[in-house]
T-cell receptor
Framework: QKEVEQNSGPLSVPEGAIASLNCTYS??????FFWYRQYSGKSPELIMF????GDKEDGRFTAQLNKASQYVSLLIRDSQPSDSATYLC????????????FGQGTILTVHP | DVKVTQSSRYLVKRTGEKVFLECVQD?????MFWYRQDPGLGLRLIYF???????EKGDIPEGYSVSREKKERFSLILESASTNQTSMYLC???FGQGGPSYEQYFGPGTRLTVT
């Protein structure tokens, strides 16, 4: 079983829609959760992190964490073509202090 | 802003060569990491270091070694490059020793081709 699983893509949404990216993790002791965006040929760029259950909003992005369900998600409101990228979920804490475990990524395409 | 730099964006080496990839961060981070990223395999951790001269193996350390003589610099060494080490290599750094991890910041990556 993969430690961090993301919803299989690719995900395609129209411009202006809400994109929903999901991630589940297996280590119940995990404490920190991160979302990275990676454009083709570029390195991952941190866009959000969340430590506590509930929602965290930053501009058009909202991260949601449910530790009981071992589930973290990223919502992108008013999606723009420039949001087209691969989104990586990463998890840390529990048995892997100091390291992040990454999901395989979900490719998002926002079409005009 | 955190800045992580890597010595080369593109590198072409021959099979059997010894290859050095350098990474420097300017944020006084304790932790530094080396990953490789391949299509369909995602990001895989090669080695990481949580302090000067300290290192730990990641998930795929075979064929690689690392060096951390100064806090800001973390080097990845391919002792004898092979074609299956052709990949994108990413360096990252973060605060923190023990406890919940802080976010990692990535360098621009080095695309290494071994022919």
């Amino acid at each position: 079983q993969k430690e961090v699983e993301q919803n299989s893509g690719p995900l395609s949404v129209p411009e202006g829609a809400i994109a929903s990216l999901n991630c589940t993790y297996s280590d119940r002791g995990s404490q920190s959760f991160f979302w990275y965006r990676q454009y083709s040929g570029k390195s991952p760029e941190l866009i959000m992190f969340i430590y506590s259950n509930g929602d965290k909003e930053d501009g058009r992005f909202t991260a949601q964490l449910n530790k009981a369900s071992q589930y973290v998600s990223l919502l992108i409101r008013d999606s723009q073509p420039s949001d087209s990228a691969t989104y990586l979920c990463a998890v840390s804490g529990g048995t892997s202090y100091g390291k992040l475990t990454f999901g395989q990524g979900t490719i998002l395409t926002v079409h005009p | 802003d955190v800045k992580v730099t890597q010595s080369s964006r593109y590198l072409v080496k021959r099979t059997g060569e010894k290859v050095f990839l350098e990474c420097v961060q300017d944020m006084d981070h304790e932790n530094m990491f080396w990953y490789r990223q391949d299509p369909g395999l995602g990001l895989r951790l090669i080695y990481f270091s949580y302090d000067v001269k300290m290192k730990e193996k990641g998930d795929i350390p075979e064929g690689y070694s690392v060096s951390r003589e100064k806090k800001e610099r973390f080097s990845l060494i391919l002792e004898s490059a092979s074609t299956n080490q052709t990949s994108m290599y990413l360096c990252a750094s973060s605060f923190g020793q023990g406890g919940p991890s802080y976010e990692q910041y990535f360098g621009p990556g080095t695309r290494l081709t071994v022919t």
